[in-house]
C-alpha cells in the first residue's frame, strides 16, 4: 500500500512522524521505537514498510526534552556519543510517561483499532517496557539493548524484573553476532521471560546477524535478514494467521 506521513506532537513536546496508509479505514496503530540516533530517513524508511503492511505507525522522538529534541543525529561516532549522552541523561521515568503519551495518542485516534509496539536497539528495551501497559496486544523487540543488567537511561531499568506485568504476545529477535547481547545475557533474558510465566514468547536467534542489522547504512547492514525479520513481525502482530 501507498502511504502518507504527518508531523505530529504529542503531550505539547514529543516530535512524532506518523505514517499510515494512504486509503480510508482504520489499521492497527504500531509505536515504533528509533534507535539512539532518533528519527533518521534509515528507521523512517523501516516505519514506511510496516505502514505500507496496514499500521498507522508512530515514531517518537526518543529525547523529546532536551537539546536533542527536533535533531537525527548522523551515524558517525559525534552523533553515537551523543545518542548515548541522551539516553544516560534521560531517567527511566520519563522514558515510561514519554511511551504513555504517545500511546494515548495513538489509542485516540479514529483511524486505530488496536495497539503494537516494537523498536530497535535502545527502542528494542523501550518496546520492552512499552508491553507493560495493558492495552498493548503484541510488541516485536529487535535486539533490544540492555536488558540482561537494566541498562536503559540514567538509571537503572528493573524491565526484567517486572516481565510478569506483559499481559501481550512478545517477540524477541537478536543477531548471533551482536556484541550487546551476546549468547549468555540472550540465555538471561529468556530464563527469566519463563520465569515469570510468559509463555507466549517467540526468541529468534538470526545467524550471522550483527547489531543493527536492520540499519540500512552502513557495514552491519543484512537486507536479507532486515526482509525476514519485517515479514515475521509483521505476521507476528497478525497473529501468525
Known amino acids: 500500500m501507498k502511504v502518507r506521513e504527518d508531523d505530529v506532537t504529542v503531550a505539547g513536546e514529543i516530535r512524532t512522524k506518523v505514517i499510515r496508509p494512504v486509503e480510508d479505514g482504520s489499521w492497527p496503530g504500531l509505536l515504533l521505537y ?22 498507522v505507525v508512530g515514531v517518537p522522538e526518543i529525547y523529546p526534552h532536551g537539546e536533542l529534541a527536533g535533531l537525527a543525529l548522523e551515524f558517525d561516532d559525534a552523533g553515537k556519543q551523543a545518542g548515548l549522552a541522551g539516553a544516560a541523561a534521560t531517567p527511566t521515568a520519563t522514558f515510561d510517561a514519554d511511551r504513555t503519551a504517545v500511546l494515548d495518542h495513538l489509542a485516540a485516534r479514529d483511524d486505530v483499532t488496536s495497539l503494537f509496539v516494537t523498536g530497535f536497539c535502545i527502542g528494542g528495551h523501550l518496546a520492552f517496557r512499552a508491553a507493560f501497559d495493558p492495552r498493548v496486544a503484541a ?42 547481547v551476546p549468547a549468555d545475557a540472550r540465555l538471561q533474558i529468556v530464563s527469566a521471560l519463563y520465569a515469570a510465566g510468559l509463555d507466549d514468547v517467540e526468541l529468534h536467534i538470526y545467524r550471522g546477524g550483527e547489531h543493527a542489522f536492520m540499519r540500512d547504512i552502513g557495514a552491519r547492514h543484512d537486507p536479507a535478514l532486515t526482509d525476514l525479520a519485517i515479514t515475521e513481525a509483521v505476521s507476528f502482530f497478525a497473529g501468525r494467521s
Open 34 to 55: 528509533t534507535d539512539i540516533f532518533q528519527l533518521t530517513e534509515s528507521t523512517l524508511r523501516t516505519a514506511r514498510r510496516f505502514a505500507a503492511e496496514g499500521f
Open 139 to 180: 510488541t516485536v523487540c529487535f535486539y533490544p539493548t540492555g536488558l540482561q543488567n537494566g541498562g536503559l537511561g540514567a538509571d537503572v531499568a528493573d524491565s526484567l524484573s517486572r516481565s510478569a506485568d506483559i499481559a501481550g504476545r512478545l517477540m524477541v529477535v537478536f543477531g548471533s553476532q551482536d556484541p550487546h
